[in-house]
C-alpha cells in the first residue's frame, strides 16, 4: 500500500499538536518514552512551532485530513533527532516504513549526514523498522538508541523527493476540496 505522505508547514503546526494528544496511553509512552501529559505535549508543540525552522514534520492523513501518522526530524541538535507516531487504528498498515524512508530521504537529499533516534528498549515495531531501513540500534539502559547514516543525495532522490512532494500537495488539496464540497450538500428539490 502506498502512502501520500505531505510536509506541514509551520502554519499547520497545530495538526501535529493535534495527532499526539490523539496518541493512546501506550503509543504515546512509546513515542516520548515516558507518559507525556496534555500539558506537556502541548508546550512541547508551541516549542517546535516557535522553531518552527528546526522542525521538519511529515505526515500521512485520512480522508476527512486528519493527521494519522508523523515524521518528525528535529534539527535542534546534531545529529538531527528523527521521531514517528502512528495512531493505533493505523498500526500495521506500513505507515511507519513510509514516515521512516520519507525521512531520511528528506535528510538526503538537504545535507543532513547523520540522524539519530532514541526509544525504549521494548519498542520492538520501531526498532524492527528502523533495522529494516539499515539503521543500527542499540540498547542501553533501557534505552534503544539508533544511528541513522543517511546516504549521499543522487539525481534519483532528488527526483524522487520533488515528484512526492508535488503528488502530496494534489493530494493534500484534493482532500480539503472534498471536505469543503460536503460542507455545502443539501437536497435540491424541484
Not at 494519522?68 to 493505523?90: C, N, Q, R, T, W
Request: glycine residues 6%.
Amino acid at each position: 500500500m502506498s502512502h501520500t505522505i505531505y510536509k506541514l508547514e509551520k502554519p499547520e503546526f497545530h495538526r501535529y499538536k493535534l495527532h499526539l494528544l490523539s496518541l493512546d496511553e501506550e503509543s504515546r509512552y512509546m513515542r516520548f518514552g515516558y507518559h507525556a501529559r496534555t500539558d506537556q505535549i502541548v508546550s512541547l508543540c508551541n516549542r517546535w512551532r516557535d522553531n518552527a525552522d528546526k522542525h521538519i514534520i511529515f505526515a500521512i492523513e485520512n480522508d476527512d485530513l486528519e493527521v494519522v501518522g508523523i515524521a518528525h526530524i528535529s534539527l535542534e541538535d546534531d545529529p538531527a533527532e528523527l521521531a514517528f507516531s502512528v495512531l493505533k487504528e493505523y498500526q500495521g498498515q506500513g505507515m511507519g516504513d513510509a514516515l521512516m524512508a520519507r525521512a531520511i530521504e528528506y535528510c538526503q537529499n538537504h545535507g543532513i549526514k547523520t540522524g539519530c533516534m532514541v526509544c525504549l528498549g521494548s519498542n520492538d515495531k520501531i526498532k524492527k523498522l528502523a533495522r529494516k531501513h539499515g539503521i543500527l540500534v542499540r540498547t542501553e539502559h533501557g534505552d534503544a538508541t539508533a544511528e541513522v547514516a543517511i546516504p549521499a543525495p543522487s539525481p534519483l532522490s532528488i527526483w524522487h523527493e520533488a515528484v512526492h512532494n508535488s503528488l502530496a500537495r494534489i493530494d493534500h488539496l484534493g482532500k480539503a476540496q472534498r471536505k469543503f464540497a460536503q460542507m455545502f450538500r443539501f437536497p435540491l428539490n424541484f
